[in-house]
């Protein structure tokens, strides 16, 4: 009679412990899904605001440059994967900026987030951002 | 018709309207674009910025919801990494 419940005891720890796996597998197969779909949105968002030659730029060169509104020499070189933007100064690299969304996005999302901000919001972009000089530049921030 | 995208972890959700309707007192379209104003308000609220987009034009910002706008696209709020 004994054996017989902890027979009983030791199958339902083993289903218990299936049915616990199984559900943490297809939380990681929906999260993966989830992910792929979010990339894949945003991959489109960005090939639609983007020209054809900034795309292409971002293919090739893994950054998108994208030139100051304010300042007709400066450029953004703004990478395609994670990582900081480098701001030039004609052909010289003056410094590099980490600025991050709070909160997730995906990879192309943040591409766009960064060009956006450049573009329409340059002065609060460089406030919030992180400097980090490469260069005893003559240059403001 | 209009598009308000607001990017997010799942990627952008589209909010859009019919600026014809609105012009034409359309009850679909005007729910549609006071849909819309309300999520630019209320994402501006949580520090979200909303820009003008379009192909080979600099973005322009949005300091209000501008309905004959026809593509927005709105940032959530970014920090010194």
Redesign the interface.
């Known amino acids: 009679m004994e054996a017989l419940i902890v027979l009983v005891a030791l199958a339902i720890g083993l289903a218990a412990l299936v049915l616990g796996l199984a559900l943490r597998v297809a939380a990681w197969t929906w999260r993966g899904f989830?992910a792929g779909?979010?990339?894949?949105?945003?991959e489109a968002?960005l090939r639609?605001?983007?020209?054809d030659a900034e795309y292409a730029q971002l293919g090739r060169c893994g950054y998108l440059e994208v030139?100051s509104?304010s300042r007709p020499t400066r450029t953004y070189r703004v990478p395609r994967r994670p990582g900081r933007v480098a701001v030039h100064e004609g052909d010289v690299e003056i410094e590099a900026l980490?600025?991050?969304?709070?909160?997730?996005?995906?990879p192309g999302?943040i591409v766009?987030?960064h060009?956006?901000?450049i573009?329409?919001?340059e002065q609060?972009?460089l406030r919030?951002?992180?400097h980090f000089r490469l260069w005893p530049v003559f240059w403001s921030a | 018709m209009a598009i308000l995208r607001v990017l997010s972890a799942a990627g952008d959700t589209q909010y859009e309207w019919d600026v014809g309707g609105i012009e034409r007192g359309d009850p679909e379209a005007l729910a549609a674009v006071r849909e819309a104003e309300r999520i630019f308000s209320e994402r501006q609220a949580r520090g979200a910025t909303a820009f003008r987009v379009a192909p080979g034009r600099p973005a322009e910002r949005l300091e209000t919801f501008d309905p004959q706008a026809e593509h927005v696209v709105m940032v959530p709020r970014v920090a010194g990494g």
């Open positions: 989830d779909r979010a990339h894949q949105r945003a968002l639609e605001v983007l020209t030139r509104p980490c600025v991050v969304p709070v909160g997730r996005l995906p999302d766009l987030a060009k956006l901000m573009e329409g919001n609060e972009y919030l951002a992180n």
